[in-house]
Nanobody, 114 residues
Framework: VQPVESGGGLVQAGGSLRLSCAAS????????MAWYRQAPGKQRELVAS???????NYADSVKGRFTISRDNAKNTVYLQMNSLKPEDTAVYIC?????????WGQGTQVTVSS
């Protein structure tokens, strides 16, 4: 299982981006999907997650600005990011997890200029 992210890029502060992560080879609907991010010199942190029941969880720093959603028919999870700030600059990494099995994508760079 290799999650594949897309949608990163360079955006000005206040702008928006939508990230996508596709994961094949699993019963996608039964997995918890999450987005993490890692900025240079910082630890990886959880940004948002959505479980198999559709329940979502967000880091305080992104609440009200980011929205995670999943499309089980397309085996894809999305992260809609609005009102982006320079401190959101990081590599955004998709994670797929269930019952102790965890798979990581390669990540996609998001850069927010001031």
């Amino acid at each position: 299982v290799q999650p594949v992210e897309s949608g990163g890029g360079l955006v000005q502060a206040g702008g928006s981006l939508r990230l996508s992560c596709a994961a094949s080879g699993i019963t996608f609907s039964t997995y918890t999907m999450a987005w993490y991010r890692q900025a240079p010199g910082k630890q990886r942190e959880l940004v948002a997650s959505v479980n198999s029941g559709g329940n979502t969880n967000y880091a305080d720093s992104v609440k009200g600005r980011f929205t995670i959603s999943r499309d089980n028919a397309k085996n894809t999870v999305y992260l809609q990011m609005n009102s982006l700030k320079p401190e959101d600059t990081a590599v955004y990494i998709c994670n797929v997890e269930r019952a102790g099995w965890s798979y990581w994508g390669q990540g996609t760079q998001v850069t927010v200029s001031s």
